[in-house]
């Protein structure tokens, strides 16, 4: 069993930056892939990032890409997700999942674990 816990979640304005964090414990961490996943009011839940297990491989949605980095630090079994020139369009709760695994997934659908969530709210 794996315990995610999420933290860094609030409101900035627009352009401004957040880090996520996403606290694991349980099991091995450096053994888990990991993702960033986002849900905002009346829609569907969609990938934002993931990471694998090393740290060496990742994904972004094209949404994010140039804005957001997703990293992660094994010793301290802690995922990342630092956000950038925030927009509006962003805001979202915000969560990280895990599963056991040597490949990157990008699809939520293949994550075990999840956190409780973080409420991200970007201003205009």
């Known amino acids: 069993q794996v315990q995610l816990v999420e933290s860094g979640g609030g409101l900035v304005q627009a352009g401004g930056s957040l880090r996520l964090s996403c606290a694991a414990s349980?099991?091995?961490?450096?053994?888990?892939?990991m993702g960033w996943f986002r849900q905002a009011p009346g829609k569907e839940r969609e990938t934002v990032a993931a990471?694998?297990?090393?740290?060496?491989?990742?994904y972004y949605a094209d949404s994010v890409k140039g804005r957001f980095t997703i990293s992660r630090d094994n010793a301290k079994n802690t995922a990342y997700l630092q956000m950038n020139s925030l927009k509006p369009e962003d805001t979202a709760v915000y969560y990280c999942?895990?599963?056991?695994?040597?490949?990157?997934?990008?699809?939520?659908?293949?994550?075990?674990?999840w956190g409780q969530g973080t409420q991200v709210t970007v201003s205009s």
């Open positions: 990471i694998s297990y090393s740290g060496a491989r990742t």
């Open positions: 349980g099991r091995t961490f450096n053994s888990y892939a």
């Open positions: 999942a895990a599963r056991y695994g040597s490949n990157l997934y990008p699809n939520g659908n293949n994550y075990d674990y």
